[in-house]
């Protein structure tokens, strides 16, 4: 291949390697910009920021993870707009929850939220709504599934047709790609009538199921019959097993994560199961015995269960720290949340906090807890290395479901209503 060496074509092939090389470094710098974190969550921001941010805080906003944005949704995200000034970045420890948006959408009543590490929600409707709404991280519908399901299709069979579930709660595996749901009834041909909270066994009763749904396409890949009244799921921090808590039958089941199969049923010797926390080496199950007033410790590889801990009234929610040196207990009965020590089970301090407290979430350093109050229309944020209850924030009606989005540092709080307010907090007051 011959050159050519007139100049015009010398200085044609200069110019193009001159704007090839300017819009490599327009990429590059564009995209160190774009990684540093400074324009998420701006709005509302004091406007003072700039260089005064301390290294802390922008290591924090680095270590974020970033959402992934779906290509297609069904309702763009509520415009934002914050409850009032914001300053600095901050951790979990010093930041102020700052209400920024709120969330309704057609079918949306939430009996529980939960986020992803990815930045994708999951919120489980009402039962007798038949559906899962799920959203993106800045708050837009991604996509509202059907409960409805061929279980003939999983291979089930003595249910021909269509069956219909009610979505209660859900659990992702480490990396998001699988969401489990646990659904509180089937309803179709052959299911017996649904359970109730006050059932005494599962007598009478069908066992219900817990779905199995790809969070790309948002379908369900499989089924698993689990006990009767399905409540709380868990997924062991190694991803190996998801645990279900049996409300009515009484039992955790214990799932093997890989093939979609109960491995075993372990009876828990108490009234009425509900939350479960896993210890970080997903060697120990932590479960709230709520209709017994005690929170058991179950070895999961032996299938051994053992008295823990009694933290008082109605124990509902359990959160292990990041260490797995303490566990924290929200007493529905109570009014309090409570702090135990896992080597001993000893509780090492306690906190009143709102009226009912529910659901809880951490966030990811665990430096901060956030209760739902079911009875006071309440969020409380504790501070974890005092015990102290920093904030307490108004909410819609009836707040049931609550969590931590990590990508953008939000606690999202459900109520029955059928709204989520949505909290940023990651940063400290304008003020400070």
Known sequence: MSINTDPIYVRRRRLALA???????????GVSRCSDGDTEGSSGASGTEGSSRSSTAETTSESSPKPTQPTKVETPAPKESPAQKQGKKADPAESTPVRVQ?????????????????????????????????????????????????????????????????????AFSPGGDTAW????????????????????????????????????????????????????VAVSPDGKKVLVTNWCTMDLSVIDAKTAKVTDTIELGGAHPRGIAVSPDSATAYVALMGDDRTV???????????????????????????????YVSNNGGGTVSEVDTSSGE??????????????????????????????NTMSKIRTKDFTVTHTKDVDALPIGITYEPTKKRVWVASYGGSIVVFDDSRTAASQ
């Not at 070895?299 to 040196?325: I, N, Q, Y």
């Not at 301090?349 to 009912?356: A, C, I, P, S, Y």
């Open 19 to 29: 704007v090839t090389v300017i819009a490599i470094l327009v990429v590059v710098l």
């Open 102 to 170: 709120r969330i309704t959408a057609d079918k949306l009543t939430p009996k529980s939220v939960v986020a992803s590490d990815k930045g994708q929600i999951f919120a489980q409707n009402m039962m007798y709504s038949h559906t899962m709404s799920v959203f993106t991280a800045d708050g837009a519908l991604q996509k509202t599934l059907d409960d409805s399901v061929e279980l003939a299709d999983f291979g089930v069979k003595g249910h021909p047709g269509k069956s219909q579930g009610a979505p209660v709660e859900m």
């Open 181 to 232: 749901v646990s659904q509180y009834s089937m309803y179709g041909d052959n299911f017996l009538p649904e359970g109730a909270d006050a059932c005494t066994s599962g007598e009478g009763i069908s066992n219900s199921y817990l779905y199995k749904i790809d969070t790309k396409t948002l379908e369900v890949t499989d089924v698993v019959e689990v006990g009767a009244v399905p409540k709380y």
């Open 297 to 327: 410790e179950v070895d999961l590889d032996k299938g051994t269960v053992e008295d823990f801990t009694s933290t008082g009234d109605g124990p509902r929610h359990l959160l292990v720290s990041p260490d797995g040196k303490k566990l």
């Open 347 to 376: 509780v090492t301090r306690e906190v009143t906090v709102g009226n009912q407290p529910r659901s809880m979430a951490m966030s990811p350093d665990g430096g901060a807890i956030y209760v739902g109050n079911y009875g006071s």
